[in-house]
C-alpha cells in the first residue's frame, strides 16, 4: 500500500515542472454525476497547452427515494499540446502503476448553433459534436454537448474536448451522466508552468483506452515497478 500511494503521489500528481513562473489560466468546474455526485475538477491553460485532471473520491451515496449509488473513480490527466498537435493521457493502472500515452490530437467535427446564453457573466454559445468519453470510450456515449466562450480565446475545455473558437465553460452528455459547469476563470502567477509529462510505463491508446481488450502484460508492468522503486530509493539516498 505505501508503494503505490508514493509511485502514484510522485509520479501522476508531481508532473508539473518549476520552470520560471509565467501566467497560468486556472478554470474550476463543478462536476454533477449520477446519484447526486458533485467534486471540483481543473483545467489549466497556458500558451497553447492544456492540462485537465480527474480527481474524485469513491463514495457511496443514496437518494431521496433510498437508492444507494457507488462511485469507483480513476484518477486521470489529459494534456493537449497545440503546438505539436499531440495529447498525453496518463492515470494509475490498478491504482499502482502510472501509464502514460501519447497520440494525435483528434479532430472535432463540431456543428456550432445561434443559440446563446450566459454563464458566470460570459455570453456562451452552444456546439456538438460526437462523444469520446474516455473513461467509458467501449461505450456509446451520443453526442457532447458544449457551451463555449469566445471572450476566452482558448480551444480548450473539460475531458479532453477542444477545437472550439473559444474555451469550453459547459459540457454534458447526451448519453452520459457527467456535467461539467463552470465554477471559477482566474488568471493567476502562482502557478508552476504546464510540462507535459513523460513519466510512467508508455502504452498503446488501445491498451489505454481498452484496457479489456488489449490487456498491458504483468511482466512488464512489475518490471517498471521495480525499476522506479529502486531508481526512487537510489536518489532518496542521494539526496540525504
Keep these: 500500500m505505501k508503494f503505490s500511494l508514493l509511485l502514484g503521489s510522485v509520479l501522476l500528481l508531481g508532473t508539473l515542472?518549476?520552470?520560471?513562473?509565467?501566467?497560468?489560466?486556472?478554470?474550476?468546474?463543478?462536476?454533477?454525476s449520477y446519484g447526486g455526485h458533485k467534486s471540483e475538477q481543473v483545467l489549466k491553460l497556458q500558451e497553447g497547452r492544456s492540462h485537465f485532471s480527474i480527481r474524485k473520491k469513491d463514495e457511496e451515496l443514496q437518494n431521496a427515494e433510498g437508492m444507494t449509488f457507488y462511485h469507483y473513480f480513476t484518477h486521470r490527466d489529459?494534456?493537449?499540446?497545440?503546438?505539436?498537435?499531440?495529447?498525453?493521457?496518463?492515470?494509475?493502472?490498478?491504482?499502482v502503476t502510472p501509464l502514460i500515452s501519447t497520440w494525435p490530437l483528434q479532430k472535432?467535427?463540431?456543428?456550432?448553433?445561434?443559440?446563446?446564453?450566459?454563464?458566470?457573466?460570459?455570453?456562451?454559445?452552444?456546439?456538438?459534436?460526437?462523444?469520446?468519453?474516455f473513461e467509458y470510450a467501449d461505450q456509446s456515449q451520443?453526442?457532447?454537448?458544449?457551451?463555449f466562450t469566445s471572450d476566452i480565446p482558448f480551444p480548450s475545455g473539460p475531458d479532453g474536448y477542444y477545437g472550439l473558437p473559444g474555451l469550453i465553460l459547459?459540457?454534458?452528455?447526451?448519453?452520459?451522466?457527467?456535467?461539467?459547469?463552470?465554477?471559477?476563470?482566474?488568471t493567476r502567477t502562482d502557478q508552476q508552468s504546464i510540462a507535459i509529462p513523460t513519466d510512467g510505463l508508455a502504452v498503446s491508446k488501445e491498451q489505454m483506452v481498452f484496457p479489456r481488450d488489449y490487456p498491458i502484460e504483468k511482466k512488464k508492468l512489475s518490471e517498471y515497478n521495480k525499476k522506479w522503486l529502486k531508481e526512487h530509493q537510489k536518489k532518496s539516498k542521494e539526496d540525504k
Excluded at 451520443?142 to 457551451?147: A, K, L, Q, R, Y
Design 17 to 32: 515542472s518549476l520552470k520560471a513562473q509565467k501566467s497560468v489560466t486556472v478554470v474550476t468546474y463543478s462536476l454533477f
Design 78 to 95: 489529459i494534456y493537449t499540446d497545440l503546438a505539436t498537435g499531440k495529447m498525453v493521457y496518463q492515470k494509475l493502472y490498478e491504482g
Design 108 to 133: 472535432f467535427d463540431w456543428k456550432i448553433s445561434s443559440e446563446t446564453k450566459e454563464l458566470l457573466g460570459y455570453k456562451v454559445q452552444k456546439a456538438t459534436t460526437k462523444a469520446y468519453y
Design 142 to 147: 451520443g453526442e457532447v454537448i458544449v457551451w
Design 170 to 186: 459547459e459540457l454534458s452528455y447526451t448519453q452520459g451522466t457527467d456535467r461539467f459547469v463552470v465554477k471559477s476563470v482566474d
